[in-house]
């Protein structure tokens, strides 16, 4: 069952590299590249939301102090 707010398509689903069972949905709007963490083992992952598919990453140290948010 889908929770969403608006009309938008479901465009798929990409498994994570590391854990074949988890996996995160990706939406035809979506375009580009993200890094998520597994939920299940901890380990990190690149999705290319364009080529749908995903491949091992590792967590970018200190990534945090480079970005500022304003509140």
Known sequence: MENTSSAEKLKGYISYPCCEKEKIMVWESCHGKVSSKCPRC????????????SYPGHAAKGVVHKFKINK
């Open 42 to 53: 901890g380990k990190f992952a690149i999705f290319d939301f364009d080529k749908m598919v």
